[in-house]
Nanobody
């Protein structure tokens, strides 16, 4: 199983931006669909965005559409999540995972990295 490592989180004011990275070790990401999920305190882990292995298709949760952009650089074995116009409700630990396209429930996946904390202050 590929090991994914998330990074790039931090503390930002509402309206600010962050770019998260999801890097792979031990295996190339280039043939894998990758998704971002997040989990806020006391809430279930939820889907945020996903990108196909070639980067041709993307899919977003309604809550982030128009604000977040998922992209990938297969040469760098990395997937990114650009987050703009952040809101306090975006505060969560963000995780990336290998996904099956169309399956957006976090409960369907067993392998997770350590995540990266994003905190948006009002």
């Amino acid at each position: 199983q590929v090991q994914l490592v998330e990074s790039g989180g931090g503390l930002v004011q509402a309206g600010g931006s962050l770019r998260l990275s999801c890097a792979a070790s031990g295996r190339t990401l280039s043939r894998l669909n990758i998704g971002w999920f997040r989990q806020a305190p006391g809430k279930e882990r939820e889907f945020v965005a996903a990108i196909t292995w070639a980067g041709v298709s993307t899919y977003y949760a309604d809550s982030v559409k128009g604000r977040f952009t998922i992209s990938r650089d297969n040469a760098k074995n990395t997937v990114y999540l650009q987050m703009n116009n952040l809101k306090p409700e975006d505060t969560a630990v963000y995780y990336c995972a290998v996904v099956n396209w169309g399956r957006w429930s976090a409960s369907q996946y067993d392998y997770w990295g350590q995540g990266t904390q994003v905190t948006v202050s009002s």
